[in-house]
């Protein structure tokens, strides 16, 4: 499963909302209220997505059969736009929890043992492999 932003939405998303979608997930708060479904059939996604001190009621729907994406929001950047950054943003913030998700998941304590590497008793020190 692709779980990168980019592969759900239109090839004709402006940019500068892509852009605006990733620092607002970075920098903001993003509290889920509502979620069913999975990206293999049919995802809704609601919330509180907060940018600058300001809370805005977000919901994203994701229809793969259609591979169909629209946004809700109460921003006035919504109004223009079939979805806005931050009914993006609940979309990101669902990807990247299936990554973390995945992560846990396939961890395994061998792994993470491999790369420590003791040099006294006092320290550890972590070495990922290129």
Aim: proline letters at 4%.
């Amino acid at each position: 499963m692709n779980l990168k932003l980019i592969d759900y939405i239109p090839s004709n998303t402006n940019i500068d909302v892509i852009n605006a979608t990733k620092n607002l997930y970075t920098n903001s708060k993003v509290s889920i209220s509502y979620q069913r479904g999975d990206l293999e059939r049919f995802l809704t996604i609601s919330g509180i997505v907060t940018e600058n001190n300001k809370g805005y009621q977000s919901q994203i729907i994701y229809k793969k059969a259609s591979n169909e994406l629209k946004g809700l929001c109460n921003c006035p950047h919504w109004k223009d736009l079939p979805f806005c950054h931050h009914s993006l943003c609940l979309l990101e913030y669902y990807l990247q929890q299936k990554i973390n998700e995945d992560l846990i998941q396939n961890f395994t304590p061998e792994h993470f043992f491999s790369h420590l590497v003791l040099n006294n008793k006092w320290s550890v020190h972590y070495f990922v492999n290129p």
